[in-house]
């Protein structure tokens, strides 16, 4: 159950994000400038992905450069009893509407595991709290992948939805990673390193 306070914190960074997509409608190309292609290299070949939903940060130039680079893309699903898993899919590969305005891929695409997942947000800390959406399907998914094996997870963000510290509980699962139109920020590094 969401408390009153995380749900005014989320609404309040959505509209924080909202503002800082409006003002900067080429972020997401310099967000792929900046990112450091050996998190590829090292946690690769499969990177799942997400399509922007509403204000989120456009990771297409991204997916774009490490398409460029070999990398297996996987997006987000969300099947009927409301479990998330990772499909393959390649740019240009169809598509179909999810829940909550999620583009996924079609329910008979292979299943894949990421290595590298490169997920959105509404806010992160220097802790690597990440805070969604509040559903929980990222934290409940993170969490299997990471009980199975290595797993990086790294947030695509605006750099203004850095937050000073945001509430986190004992289900959420952090980041190890962030990269933002602004450089990267490595500062939880280690957890999925090992």
């Given at each position: 159950?969401?408390?009153p306070?995380?749900?005014?914190?989320?609404?309040?960074?959505?509209?924080?994000?909202a503002?800082?997509?409006?003002?900067?409608?080429?972020?997401?190309?310099?967000?792929?400038?900046?990112f450091?292609?050996?998190?590829?290299?090292?946690?690769?070949?499969?990177?799942?992905a997400?399509?922007?939903i509403?204000?989120?940060i456009?990771?297409t130039?991204?997916?774009m450069?490490?398409?460029?680079?070999g990398?297996?893309?996987?997006?987000?699903?969300?099947?009927?009893s409301?479990?998330?898993?990772?499909?393959?899919?390649?740019?240009?590969?169809?598509?179909?509407?999810?829940?909550?305005?999620?583009?996924?891929p079609?329910?008979?695409?292979p299943?894949?595991?990421?290595?590298?997942?490169?997920?959105?947000l509404?806010?992160?800390?220097?802790?690597g709290?990440?805070l969604?959406?509040?559903?929980?399907?990222?934290?409940?998914?993170?969490?299997?992948?990471?009980?199975?094996g290595?797993?990086?997870?790294?947030?695509l963000?605006?750099?203004?939805?850095?937050c000073?510290?945001l509430?986190?509980?004992?289900?959420?699962?952090?980041?190890?990673?962030?990269?933002?139109?602004?450089?990267?920020?490595?500062?939880?590094l280690?957890?999925?390193?090992?």
């Open positions: 159950m969401t408390s306070d995380k749900a005014m914190l989320r609404t309040r960074l959505i509209r924080r994000r503002t800082l997509a409006d003002a900067d409608p080429n972020a997401g190309q310099r967000l792929a400038d900046r450091p292609v050996k998190l590829f290299e090292r946690f690769g070949p499969i990177v799942s997400y399509l922007p509403g204000s989120e456009d990771p130039p991204l997916i450069k490490l398409a460029g680079h990398a297996q893309l996987a997006l987000p699903r969300l099947n009927e409301g479990e998330m898993a990772f499909h393959s899919w390649a740019p240009g590969a169809p598509l179909q509407k999810g829940p909550f305005g999620l583009q996924q079609l329910a008979e695409t299943r894949v595991r990421p290595g590298l997942v490169l997920a959105p509404l806010g992160f800390d220097a802790r709290t990440r969604g959406y509040g559903k929980g399907f990222y934290d409940r998914t993170l969490s299997k992948l990471r009980d199975s290595r797993v990086f997870i790294c947030g963000a605006f750099a203004d939805q850095e000073v510290v509430p986190a509980e004992s289900h959420d699962v952090a980041l190890d990673w962030v990269i933002t139109e602004t450089g990267s920020l490595p500062l939880f280690g957890r999925a390193a090992q």
